[in-house]
């Protein structure tokens, strides 16, 4: 199947250091969307983006579509503790959804 | 607000056993599917509907099967447990366009 290749798998922060998550696939993608799961709990949609080079936030968090539609980022400034969990990267083709293998973030308070 | 209802949080089998799992959705979703999660290993696709009456396989359907009967249930049956089948099993749906909605998943144990 697609590949979506997500990387770091794990990062840990202090809490008030930024993070960062990336996808990268090696085709072009028709939309990038992301995901949070909570430690025991189900991935939650975040965002999804469409255009070339869009940038979207939401308050600490900042989404990036690459130029060639080939690569996403996941931006949180200053992280504190509620931020913990997994970030997942997604493209939905129509009818089926290609995940990324996720990133884990630890905040250290 | 959209809501993806699994049946059961936790849910422990004997081996041998045929189990299944429901999932409904109350947005008129036309797309549902099931994945499951293992540590280190991500989001599986086992298997996902587009219809009623319609299913596609996904990366890991041995061992599993689904019916959709209605537009709003997607069933996920293990005919005959077995313990590599011990996971979070994750039901979702969507529309084409849109971000997919989990249910809150199912920890299934096959003893």
């Known amino acids: 199947g697609q590949q979506v290749m997500q990387i770091p798998q794990y990062q840990h922060v202090q809490e008030g250091e930024d993070f960062t998550t990336y996808c990268n696939s090696s085709?072009?993608?028709?939309?990038i969307q992301w995901y949070k799961q909570r430690p025991g709990g189900h991935p939650v949609f975040l965002i999804q983006?469409?255009?070339?080079?869009e940038v979207k936030k939401q308050k600490r968090l900042t989404f990036q579509f690459g130029e060639a539609k080939k690569n996403s980022s996941l931006h949180i400034t200053a992280t504190q503790t509620t931020d913990v969990g997994t970030y997942f990267c997604?493209?939905?083709?129509?009818?089926?959804?290609?995940f990324g293998t996720g990133t884990s973030l630890t905040v250290i308070p | 607000d959209v809501k993806v209802t699994q049946s059961s949080r936790y849910l422990v089998k004997r081996t041998g056993e045929k189990v299944f799992l429901e999932c409904v959705q109350d947005?008129?979703?036309?797309?549902m599917f099931w994945y499951r999660q293992d540590p280190g290993l991500g989001l599986r696709l086992i298997y996902f509907?587009?219809?009623?009456?319609?299913?596609e396989k996904g990366d890991i359907p041995e061992g599993y099967s689904v019916s959709r009967e209605k537009k709003e249930r997607f069933s996920l049956i293990l005919e005959s447990a077995s313990t590599n089948q011990t996971s979070m099993y994750l039901c979702?749906?969507?529309?084409?366009?849109?971000?997919?909605?989990f249910g809150q998943g199912t920890r299934l144990t096959v003893v």
């Open positions: 509907s587009y219809d009623v009456k319609m299913k």
């Open positions: 979702a749906s969507s529309t084409s366009t849109e971000g997919a909605f």
């Open positions: 947005m008129d979703h036309e797309n």
């Open positions: 983006l469409v255009k070339s080079g």
């Open positions: 997604a493209e939905n083709t129509g009818n089926q959804f290609y």
């Open positions: 085709t072009t993608l028709s939309n």
